[in-house]
C-alpha cells in the first residue's frame, strides 16, 4: 500500500501535461484554420469600399426660383385739383368703373368767373383800340401814295401805335385763354378706362393746391383687366433671365389655381439696396379675380443658356478653406478649386480648371488630400 500510494501522484501528473498539451495544440489549429474560414468577408469588404468615380461631362442644369412678387394696376393715378375751389358734384364713389373722358367730379370758383369776365373785358377793349389804330395806319398809308401829302414821321408813328395795339391785344387774348383753362380745371375727367379704389372728397369740401386735406386725392384710380406681376429677382440669378421667360403664380386668396404670365419689361439695371433686378409681367385680368396689391408666390425657371459642368452634389466639398472636387490622375487625387453654380436635384454646376472627361471622385472627402493614394476605382454613372 505505501508503493502504490507513492508512485499515483507521478502518474497524475503525467497524464493533466499529456492533456494540456492536447489542448493547445487543436487551440493552435483553430487559430490557423480560423483566417482560411474569413477569407469571403474580407473580400467582400474590400468591394465595397471601392472609391467610385465619374467622368466629367457638361450639361445643362434646369431649376427654377421661388419667389415672391406683387401685383400691381397696369396703369393707377392720384387725382387731384389744381385750383382752389368748392366741390360742386361727385358722380362716382369707390368701386365704379370708369371709362376714359368720363366726368367724376364738377367744382366751382366764383373769384375765376370773375377774372374770366375782366379778361373778356379787356380783350374787347384792346379789339376797339387795336381796330382804330389801324384804320388810321391803313388811311395815312393810302394818302402817302400822292407825294408830299404824309411826312414820313407821321406815318412811321402810325404804323408804331398800330404793332403796339395788336402786341396788347394779343396779350389780352392769352390772358383770356389761360383764365378761361383754368376753368377747365374744375372738371375732372377720367384719364383712361379704370376703377375707383378710393375717393376722399364729398359736395361742399374745400379742395386746391393748398391747404388743409390737399395732402390728399379727390380720387385714387386703376385700372384692373390689366396688371402687372411685379419681382425682383437676386443679382446672381439675372444671367438666366430672359424676355421669352414664362413664369406660374398663385396667390393666397385662390390657392387652388395657377396663373400664367411671361416676362415683358427687365430694368436692366440692379437696385442699389436691394441687390436685385425688377422685371414686369402682363398678366390678363378681365374676370377681376385678381385684385392690385395682391402677393404672389412665383415659380420662375431658369434654364442654362450654355453647357456648363454638372456633377453631384456630393463630387463637391465645401471647407472652411476652399471649394473643391478631387480628381483621380494615376490612381492619385487632385484637389481641384472650383466654383459653384445653381443646384437642383442633387446636382451642381461647377466651374473651374477642369477638362471634359476628366474623373472625379463621385464622394469627395475633406480627409482626401492632394497625392494620397487612391486604389480600386470603380467608374460609374452619377
Same mark, same amino acid.
Given at each position: 500500500?505505501n508503493?502504490?500510494?507513492?508512485?499515483?501522484p507521478?502518474?497524475?501528473?503525467?497524464?493533466?501535461?499529456?492533456?494540456?498539451?492536447?489542448?493547445?495544440?487543436?487551440?493552435?489549429?483553430?487559430?490557423? #484554420?480560423?483566417?482560411?474560414?474569413?477569407?469571403?468577408?474580407?473580400?467582400?469588404?474590400?468591394?465595397?469600399?471601392?472609391?467610385?468615380?465619374?467622368?466629367?461631362? #457638361?450639361?445643362?442644369?434646369?431649376?427654377?426660383?421661388?419667389?415672391?412678387?406683387?401685383?400691381?394696376?397696369? *396703369?393707377?393715378?392720384?387725382?387731384?385739383? #389744381?385750383e382752389?375751389?368748392?366741390?360742386?358734384?361727385?358722380?362716382?364713389?369707390?368701386?365704379?368703373?370708369?371709362?376714359?373722358?368720363?366726368?367724376?367730379?364738377t367744382?366751382?370758383?366764383?373769384?375765376?368767373?370773375?377774372?374770366?369776365?375782366?379778361?373778356?373785358?379787356?380783350?374787347?377793349?384792346?379789339?376797339?383800340?387795336?381796330?382804330?389804330?389801324?384804320? &388810321?395806319?391803313?388811311?395815312?398809308?393810302?394818302?402817302?401814295?400822292?407825294?408830299?401829302?404824309?411826312?414820313?414821321n407821321?406815318?412811321?408813328?402810325?404804323?408804331?401805335?398800330?404793332?403796339?395795339?395788336?402786341?396788347?391785344?394779343?396779350?389780352?387774348?392769352?390772358?383770356?385763354? *389761360?383764365?378761361?383753362?383754368?376753368? &377747365?380745371?374744375?372738371?375732372?375727367?377720367?384719364?383712361? &378706362?379704370?376703377?375707383?379704389?378710393?375717393? &376722399?372728397?364729398?359736395?361742399?369740401?374745400?379742395?386746391?393746391?393748398?391747404?388743409?386735406?390737399?395732402?390728399?386725392?379727390?380720387?385714387?384710380?386703376?385700372?384692373?383687366?390689366?396688371?402687372?406681376?411685379?419681382?425682383?429677382?437676386?443679382?446672381?440669378?439675372?444671367?438666366?433671365?430672359?424676355?421669352?421667360?414664362?413664369?406660374?403664380?398663385?396667390?393666397?386668396?385662390?390657392?387652388?389655381?395657377q396663373?400664367?404670365?411671361?416676362?415683358?419689361?427687365?430694368?436692366?439695371?440692379?437696385?442699389?439696396?436691394?441687390?436685385?433686378?425688377?422685371?414686369?409681367?402682363?398678366?390678363?385680368?378681365?374676370?377681376?379675380?385678381?385684385?392690385?396689391?395682391?402677393?404672389?408666390?412665383?415659380?420662375?425657371?431658369?434654364?442654362?443658356?450654355?453647357?456648363?459642368?454638372?456633377?453631384?452634389?456630393?463630387?463637391?466639398?465645401?471647407?472652411?478653406?476652399?471649394?473643391?472636387?478631387?480628381?483621380?490622375?494615376?490612381?492619385?487625387?487632385?484637389?481641384?478649386?472650383? #466654383?459653384?453654380?445653381?443646384?437642383?436635384?442633387?446636382?451642381?454646376?461647377?466651374?473651374g480648371?477642369?477638362?471634359?472627361?476628366?474623373?472625379?471622385?463621385?464622394?469627395?472627402?475633406?480627409?482626401?488630400?492632394?497625392?494620397?493614394?487612391?486604389?480600386?476605382?470603380k467608374?460609374?454613372?452619377?
Amino acid at each position: 500500500m505505501n508503493r502504490y500510494d507513492q508512485t499515483t501522484p507521478g502518474l497524475k501528473l503525467h497524464l493533466f501535461s499529456a492533456f494540456v498539451a492536447a489542448t493547445l495544440l487543436c487551440g493552435c489549429q483553430a487559430v490557423e #484554420k480560423q483566417p482560411q474560414q474569413n477569407a469571403p468577408a474580407a473580400q467582400t469588404v474590400t468591394e465595397s469600399l471601392a472609391t467610385q468615380v465619374f467622368a466629367l461631362q #457638361k450639361g445643362r442644369l434646369s431649376s427654377s426660383l421661388q419667389i415672391p412678387g406683387e401685383l400691381v394696376a397696369y *396703369q393707377r393715378v392720384d387725382l387731384y385739383a #389744381k385750383e382752389n375751389s368748392f366741390v360742386k358734384n361727385v358722380y362716382v364713389d369707390v368701386g365704379s368703373e370708369v371709362s376714359q373722358g368720363q366726368l367724376l367730379v364738377t367744382m366751382e370758383a366764383p373769384e375765376l368767373s370773375s377774372q374770366l369776365a375782366a379778361a373778356l373785358s379787356n380783350t374787347k377793349s384792346r379789339e376797339a383800340i387795336y381796330a382804330a389804330s389801324k384804320a &388810321n395806319y391803313d388811311r395815312l398809308f393810302e394818302t402817302s401814295q400822292t407825294p408830299g401829302t404824309v411826312s414820313p414821321n407821321d406815318l412811321e408813328q402810325a404804323l408804331a401805335r398800330k404793332n403796339s395795339d395788336l402786341a396788347q391785344l394779343e396779350s389780352a387774348r392769352a390772358a383770356y385763354a *389761360q383764365i378761361a383753362e383754368m376753368q &377747365n380745371y374744375l372738371q375732372i375727367k377720367a384719364p383712361f &378706362n379704370a376703377v375707383v379704389s378710393a375717393r &376722399n372728397t364729398n359736395p361742399g369740401a374745400y379742395v386746391g393746391p393748398s391747404g388743409k386735406g390737399s395732402d390728399q386725392p379727390l380720387f385714387t384710380l386703376q385700372e384692373q383687366k390689366r396688371l402687372r406681376l411685379v419681382i425682383a429677382v437676386p443679382e446672381a440669378y439675372t444671367g438666366y433671365l430672359n424676355d421669352k421667360n414664362e413664369v406660374t403664380f398663385s396667390v393666397k386668396s385662390l390657392p387652388d389655381q395657377q396663373f400664367k404670365a411671361q416676362v415683358k419689361r427687365m430694368a436692366g439695371a440692379i437696385d442699389s439696396k436691394l441687390r436685385s433686378e425688377r422685371i414686369e409681367m402682363d398678366v390678363a385680368n378681365n374676370d377681376k379675380k385678381l385684385l392690385p396689391g395682391m402677393v404672389a408666390e412665383v415659380n420662375l425657371p431658369l434654364a442654362a443658356s450654355d453647357s456648363t459642368f454638372v456633377v453631384p452634389r456630393s463630387a463637391v466639398v465645401n471647407s472652411t478653406e476652399s471649394v473643391f472636387v478631387i480628381r483621380a490622375v494615376g490612381n492619385k487625387a487632385e484637389r481641384v478649386p472650383v #466654383k459653384t453654380g445653381r443646384e437642383a436635384n442633387s446636382k451642381i454646376e461647377i466651374y473651374g480648371d477642369l477638362h471634359e472627361g476628366d474623373t472625379l471622385l463621385i464622394t469627395a472627402s475633406d480627409e482626401i488630400k492632394t497625392g494620397s493614394d487612391l486604389t480600386n476605382l470603380k467608374t460609374v454613372t452619377p
